[in-house]
Structure formats: C-alpha cells, structure tokens
C-alpha cells in the first residue's frame, strides 16, 4: 500500500470544550457557596448600620458624587424607576448564566478564563462580605434615600429580620457591577465585531440602576472594580484562544530505494 493514514487533527481554533455535567456542577456548586456564603453574613444588623455609617462619611470626606442625584433622574417618571427596578431585580442573574452558556458552546477557552475570574471575584467578595458586613444606602437614614423598590415595585427583598433568602447586609462589593463588568470584557475579548464595544453599556446600565435604587454605594462598585482588575491581573489569558500556532507536524518522508542503507555483506 502506498497510501498513509494519519490522525486526524482538531483546527487550533476549535480548543476542547469541558465536560458538561462538570461544568454544571462546578457552576452549581459556586451559586450554593454563594447564596450559603452570604447567609453567613446575616445577623450582624449592629455592624453593618455602624458600617454603613463609616462608609457615607468616606464617600462625603473623597467628595464622591452624591448617590441622590442619580435617584432624583430615576425619579422623574414612574416607569423609568420601576424599568430600573425590574431591570436590578430580574437581569443579573440570567445575563450572567446566558454569558458563560454563549462562551462555553461558541468560545470554550473563553469560558474557562471567564469562569474562572468569576469565581475568583465571587469567593474574595464573599470574604469581603463576612468581614465587613454594610447596610445598603437604602436602609440609612442619613442618605435621605428611599427604596425605591419597596415604593414602586417589583422588590426582590423582604424585611431583613424575616428575608431568609438573601443577606440584605451584602452591600460591598457590588457583585450586581463585579458580574456586569466582567461580562462585558468577557464578550469584548471573545468576539471581533466592530460593535463589541457596545457591551459596556450594560455594565454603565447596573452602575446607574444600583446607585439609583438606593441598594449600592459607589464605594461598593469601586470596590468590586478593584477586586475584578485584581481577578484579571492574576488569572490573564496566556495566548488570545484561537491565535495559536498551529503545531508543527513531523515531517515524514518515504525514502527512495536509492536512498535506503545496504548492509554490507547481506545475502542476495
């Protein structure tokens, strides 16, 4: 036979996906740390008003903007402020799962960076969060602040000595911003289009909505910023998935009869 038969062998720009079931635990299993994490947190309602206190006066001290002025501009009509309800209560959650379901089944190497960083951020916050437990602005009186989501609807929170779904005391880092950002840099590098940048609108939306709400502080989102930059400083791609160099096949060659060794003295 003259014909050689060799491997097949995947493009460079087809990396191998992980398993399913794996990823679905793993994703799983992040989401109970994080809703069992934060129920750690609760039960500290002394500390965290004292908290939010020390956090008001900082942001007063840096001259950071005052966050009523952005709920004044969601207060000018009652579907502007009940969209920015709806949009705190009902995004953050299925962008963020419909983020790494597009990367895992149309960019997997991407998936496994963002999964990663977001894991990464998620575990340092909830550390931040047991450390440093901080009533939402909505809760202290001295941010003349309403909640608006108690006023206008739809609210994802009950009374915080009866809620025992969430810990209401959360407040920074912002994992609502944290995740927003890191899913917009995430589809920025992962795709190529010249609209791309546009992802960064949704990460701007949050920002507005939290602060406006009356459920974040800037130096919640700041905070979350800083400890993204940091996720993304450690855990950076190592070569841009789908640029690698394609690996060099060892070149075989069938010698020709002129090129074989003859043994010496072999019988004929």
Known sequence: MTARSEPAEAGP??????????????VAGLFLVYKFGRRLATGHTAEAFHNAHHVWDWERALRLPDEGTVQDL????DTLIHVANTYYAAVHFPATLAFLVWLYLRRPAHYVWARRVLAAVTGAALVLHLLF???PPRMLG??????????????????????????????????????ALMLAIGLIVATRTRWRWLWLLHPLVTLLVIV????????????????????????????????ALPRRRPEVRRRSSAERPELVGAGR
């Open 142 to 179: 001295a941010t003349g602040l309403i909640d608006t989501a108690r006023v206008f609807g739809p609210s994802v929170y009950g009374p915080p000595r009866t809620d025992s779904l969430s810990n209401q005391f959360a407040a920074m880092p912002s994992l609502h911003f944290g995740w």
């Open 212 to 243: 406006g709400t009356a459920n974040h502080y800037w130096l919640d989102v700041i905070v979350a910023a800083a400890l993204l930059g940091l996720a993304l400083a450690v855990l950076r791609v190592s070569r841009r998935p789908g640029c």
């Open 133 to 135: 437990p901080l009533a």
């Open 13 to 26: 720009d087809a990396p191998a996906r992980p398993p399913l079931v794996r990823e679905l635990l793993l």
């Open 74 to 77: 969601l207060l000018h009509g």
